[in-house]
């Protein structure tokens, strides 16, 4: 009787062990296959940022040229014109400023946030007047982006464009210039690209004060 007490107890234990054994077996399973779905959700995040961070060659819309954007008197002793040259190298620069009347010189410049064209500040058409010009960061036709600076029908006293400022979505450029009255900075909006047209830069201020001016410090804001 003892015999076959001991025989139902190695009997019980072995089944016990047989339980465990299986419910480890079946963990093991769960967790091998938890680890399986991490790994795949690893690698398709790495996908992701791969194909981000490394855009197919040939892909136009996804490749950014870079280019450095200098200003100098290269081609004329003391004539600062303003150049375009791949940040690679191994091209020779080209200038991308516009023909100049004698004396005339390129003053200041800036480079859109997206560098897909240059804003600058030239007496590129009347000697000692500065306007505002656009041109594509790889050259090509320049485009003036002020108004005329005509006060009944004569270029206005020490008229010209004083500030510029490119919108961060690369769209739009603010500038201050003298350009309706001698001695009144006023606030204007154009087109990177130029006014369409037939139309002129639109005017943001309202009417100024006697002796009243538009400062230099303005900014863009952005509302959600």
């Not at 009347?126 to 002020?146: M, R």
């Not at 943001?204 to 002796?211: A, F, K, P, T, Y």
Request: glycine share 8%.
């Amino acid at each position: 009787m003892r015999i076959s007490k001991l025989k139902k107890e190695a009997k019980t234990k072995r089944e016990t062990k047989r339980e465990r054994s299986d419910m480890v077996s079946a963990s093991q399973s769960v967790s091998a296959s938890r680890a399986g779905s991490l790994v795949l959700v690893l690698a398709l995040l790495a996908m992701a940022i791969f194909t981000v961070a490394c855009p197919s060659s040939g892909s136009s819309k996804n490749e950014k040229l870079r280019y450095v954007v200098y200003r100098a008197d290269q081609d004329m002793d003391g004539v600062n014109e303003l150049y375009s040259v791949p940040i690679a190298g191994g091209t020779a620069p080209i200038k991308i400023s516009g023909d100049l009347v004698e004396d005339g010189s390129v003053e200041r410049f800036r480079v859109s946030p997206d560098g897909s064209r240059v804003v600058y500040l030239a007496d590129q058409d009347i000697f000692d007047v500065n306007e505002l010009y656009s041109v594509s960061i790889a050259g090509g036709t320049t485009t003036k982006l002020n108004g005329d600076l005509v006060e009944n029908g004569d270029l206005v006293e020490d008229g010209g464009v004083r500030q510029v400022s490119i919108s961060p979505d690369s769209s739009t450029v603010i500038y201050g210039a003298y350009q309706d009255m001698a001695g009144v900075n006023e606030l204007y909006s154009v087109p990177i690209t130029g006014a369409p047209a037939g139309s002129e830069p639109t005017k943001l201020n309202d009417d100024l004060v006697e002796n009243g001016n538009v400062q230099s410090d303005f900014r863009f804001a952005f509302t959600r």
